[in-house]
């Protein structure tokens, strides 16, 4: 994954499953964009991507 602030981490291999959700955690930080950079796939994969991504904050938030 890359961050707005040029922050990078590597992601682990991810589940070829739709029926289950993986997680990735990362440290706090204020960014305005991330973008998923897909960089190896399986031998004869032919479409690459995600059903969802969502990134949800570790804060709890006064009602």
């Known amino acids: 994954m890359i961050f707005s602030d040029g922050t ?3 992601t ?4 070829d499953n739709a029926r289950q959700g993986g997680g990735i955690v990362f440290p706090p930080g ?9 960089t190896a796939t399986k031998p004869g994969t032919q479409n690459v991507g995600l059903a969802e991504l969502a990134v949800f904050s570790s804060e709890k938030k006064p009602p």
């Open 12 to 15: 682990p291999e991810l589940l």
């Open 30 to 38: 204020e960014v305005k964009w991330l973008a998923f950079l897909v």
């Open 8 to 10: 990078t981490i590597e």
